[in-house]
């Protein structure tokens, strides 16, 4: 699953960076985002800009900015390490979320046109054990 899910977040990073160049909208960046998240394995979508703001997502109605310090002790502080190029890839196991509680596995990728983080999330089945 993670190795699926990093290429996911991976061929997100390259979409929004062509996506930013032939000068989509905001709302067109996050159509297309919700259309896939609505057709597919893949839950949520969040893609920060340089400063870890969420700038596109499947997700309407959420601010969320992702910490800058990859050694904050919240739940999304290791995607930090995308934004400063110490990684290209985080995979995090299947944890309640800080937003609001509920299981998600995360993978994030690095940026492709500029520093941000590409994150691809899938939520944990009902009937799992996961914690």
């Known amino acids: 699953m993670s190795d699926h899910m990093a290429a996911e977040a991976m ?3 390259h979409f929004v960076a062509a996506a930013v160049k032939a000068g989509m909208s ?10 896939v998240a609505d057709g597919s394995a893949i839950s949520e979508f969040w893609v920060s800009d ?22 904050d002790e919240s739940q999304a502080a290791p995607f930090a ?12 196991n299947f ?4 937003l609001d509680g509920m299981v998600f596995k995360y993978v994030g990728a690095a940026g492709v046109d500029q520093a941000r983080i590409v994150q691809v999330g899938v939520a944990a089945p009902a ?3 996961v914690p």
Not at 26 to 35: R, V
Not at 55 to 71: I, R, W
């Open 50 to 71: 340089e400063t870890g703001r969420v700038v596109y997502t499947n997700v309407p109605g959420v601010e969320f900015a992702f910490p800058t310090d990859p050694d």
């Open 95 to 98: 944890m309640p979320r800080e």
């Open 127 to 129: 009937d799992s054990d």
């Open 11 to 13: 061929l997100t990073a």
């Open 26 to 35: 905001t709302e067109e960046i996050n159509g297309a985002l919700a259309s």
């Open 81 to 92: 390490a995308l934004l400063t190029g110490s990684q290209s890839v985080v995979d995090q």
